[in-house]
């Protein structure tokens, strides 16, 4: 079985590097072309897409997977066009290949130019999510990347139409269909070798939960880009707005709680919750979300469970947010950043100072002063669709998009120079 799975994978990871050098010498008009071969396909595909998608729901429920999960996995006519939608948009992007970053003219007579030029291969390991599938391959060859994606077993259905599809629209481009592979066999076997796939992998990116993230930043030897999890804070400051900051934390936490941008722990100041206290978590509750809250809450709210440590540590992906009450804006920092993931932060507060000090002090990929965290996306920050939210200091941080899925290389021009 294990030589199998071997194989699988050492056979895919060989052809998507040899892809990778094809890769090199496409021009941007012929990956659009491709791209929107792809963008066309899916829509044509769609019935096919959903029937196959519906297996996935099917034995997702007969295994008692929970609603958030199954919301992450579902595909449907919207979201296959929403799909189809982001890739004309990528489309219309820059490509960043080629981008001279640094242009040196020596004393000697030497032309260094600095130029963005594809990482090579880049490995997908990832969760449930379907959508990631076209996020990763279309990201990578807008950006001349050949892909070898590795979801779950959750989504495999799903996942072998929308590369099916995608290799049917590569095939029409005249692409190589190799630039994108998926590895069918979800087993941990596969996720093992997966990681120390060096010879033919040049970055290994991991989206999903934290388990699955921690375990490959622990495991793998391919270098990693980490997407971190999201435990999301918003904190309400004693000079908040009440109407804007109820609208911000319930738009954080109902807008789609089951994402990583979603906020999953509130922290309130004391002199707030006195005056608006009640009232807030009344929202909430009419709103079905279930708080774990300290002493003080669960005094105003008899409905709230007692918060326990764990409480402020966890992503919890569903209607569920822990709360706190805290004595200063100090206070909430630190509280952030011993139990926040790096995600998204915000506070809601008209002192500006208060302001500057949060997101100059909070470690996080994105700080956010009186707006939902809900805007931490690929899409929203003007990327087109992403390949994760990177929550790590190096080589990317916060939403990855075309930028983020490039190395650089240095072209030196000379006319017989020596170095004495």
């Given at each position: 079985?294990?030589t199998?799975?071997?194989?699988?994978?050492?056979?895919?990871?060989?052809?998507?590097?040899?892809?990778?050098?094809?890769?090199?010498?496409?021009?941007?008009?012929?990956?659009?072309?491709?791209l929107l071969?792809?963008?066309?396909?899916?829509?044509?595909?769609?019935?096919?897409i959903?029937?196959?998608?519906?297996?996935d729901?099917?034995?997702?429920?007969?295994?008692?997977?929970?609603?958030?999960t199954l919301?992450?996995?579902?595909l449907?006519?919207?979201?296959?066009?929403?799909?189809?939608?982001?890739?004309?948009?990528?489309?219309?992007?820059?490509?960043?290949?080629?981008?001279?970053?640094?242009?040196?003219?020596?004393e000697?007579?030497l032309?260094?130019?600095?130029k963005?030029?594809?990482?090579?291969?880049?490995?997908?390991?990832?969760?449930?999510?379907?959508?990631?599938?076209?996020?990763?391959?279309?990201?990578?060859?807008?950006?001349?990347?050949?892909?070898?994606?590795?979801?779950?077993?959750?989504?495999?259905?799903?996942?072998?139409?929308?590369?099916?599809?995608?290799?049917?629209?590569?095939?029409?481009?005249?692409?190589?269909?190799?630039?994108?592979?998926?590895?069918?066999?979800?087993?941990?076997?596969?996720?093992?070798?997966?990681f120390?796939l060096?010879?033919?992998?040049?970055?290994?990116?991991?989206?999903?939960?934290?388990?699955?993230?921690?375990?490959?930043?622990?495991?793998?030897?391919?270098?990693?880009?980490?997407?971190?999890?999201?435990n999301?804070?918003?904190?309400?400051?004693?000079?908040?707005?009440y109407?804007?900051?109820?609208?911000?934390?319930?738009?954080?936490?109902?807008?789609?709680?089951?994402?990583c941008?979603?906020?999953?722990?509130?922290?309130?100041?004391?002199?707030?919750?006195?005056?608006?206290?009640?009232?807030?978590?009344?929202?909430?509750?009419?709103?079905?979300?279930?708080?774990?809250?300290?002493?003080?809450?669960?005094?105003?709210?008899?409905?709230?469970?007692?918060?326990?440590?764990?409480?402020?540590?966890?992503?919890?992906?569903?209607?569920?947010?822990?709360?706190?009450?805290v004595?200063?804006?100090?206070?909430?920092?630190?509280?952030?950043n011993r139990?926040?993931?790096?995600?998204s932060?915000?506070?809601v507060?008209?002192?500006?100072?208060?302001?500057?000090?949060?997101?100059?002090s909070?470690?996080?990929?994105?700080?956010?002063?009186?707006?939902?965290?809900?805007?931490t996306?690929?899409?929203?920050?003007?990327?087109?669709?992403?390949?994760?939210?990177?929550?790590?200091?190096l080589?990317?941080?916060?939403?990855?998009?075309?930028?983020?899925?490039?190395?650089?290389?240095y072209?030196?021009?000379?006319?017989?120079?020596?170095?004495?």
């Open positions: 079985m294990s199998i799975v071997e194989n699988e994978v050492i056979e895919k990871g060989k052809r998507a590097k040899a892809a990778s050098f094809v890769m090199n010498t496409k021009t941007t008009a012929e990956k659009n072309e491709a071969a792809i963008a066309d396909q899916l829509v044509a595909d769609q019935r096919q959903i029937a196959e998608n519906e297996k729901l099917h034995d997702g429920k007969e295994s008692g997977l929970s609603t958030a919301d992450r996995i579902m449907n006519k919207e979201r296959i066009l929403a799909m189809s939608e982001a890739i004309r948009l990528l489309v219309d992007l820059p490509d960043p290949i080629g981008e001279i970053l640094e242009d040196i003219t020596k000697n007579g032309h260094i130019l600095k963005r030029v594809p990482l090579g291969v880049i490995g997908m390991i990832y969760e449930a999510r379907p959508n990631v599938t076209v996020d990763a391959a279309t990201l990578s060859l807008k950006t001349g990347n050949a892909v070898l994606l590795r979801g779950s077993s959750s989504a495999k259905f799903s996942n072998m139409a929308l590369v099916a599809s995608i290799h049917h629209a590569l095939e029409k481009a005249a692409f190589p269909q190799d630039a994108v592979l998926l590895i069918e066999d979800t087993s941990r076997e596969t996720a093992k070798t997966l120390n060096n010879e033919y992998l040049d970055v290994l990116i991991p989206r999903g939960g934290k388990n699955l993230i921690d375990l490959v930043v622990r495991e793998a030897s391919v270098p990693v880009l980490e997407t971190g999890a999201g999301c804070h918003v904190f309400i400051d004693a000079s908040a707005n109407d804007m900051a109820a609208k911000i934390v319930l738009n954080a936490k109902t807008q789609r709680p089951s994402v941008n979603a906020v999953e722990s509130l922290l309130i100041h004391k002199d707030f919750f006195e005056v608006n206290g009640e009232q807030l978590l009344a929202m909430f509750s009419d709103a079905g979300i279930k708080i774990y809250g300290d002493e003080k809450v669960c005094s105003v709210l008899p409905a709230a469970l007692q918060a326990a440590e764990e409480h402020y540590a966890e992503e919890f992906l569903d209607l569920t947010i822990s709360a706190k009450i004595e200063t804006v100090e206070e909430a920092i630190l509280h952030i139990f926040g993931t790096n995600h932060e915000a506070i507060t008209e002192n500006a100072a208060n302001a500057g000090m949060f997101l100059n909070v470690d996080a990929a994105a700080v956010y002063h009186n707006a939902s965290t809900r805007f996306d690929g899409f929203e920050f003007g990327y087109g669709a992403e390949i994760g939210i990177s929550t790590q200091k080589h990317a941080r916060g939403p990855m998009g075309l930028p983020a899925l490039t190395s650089t290389k072209y030196v021009y000379g006319d017989g120079q020596t170095r004495g």
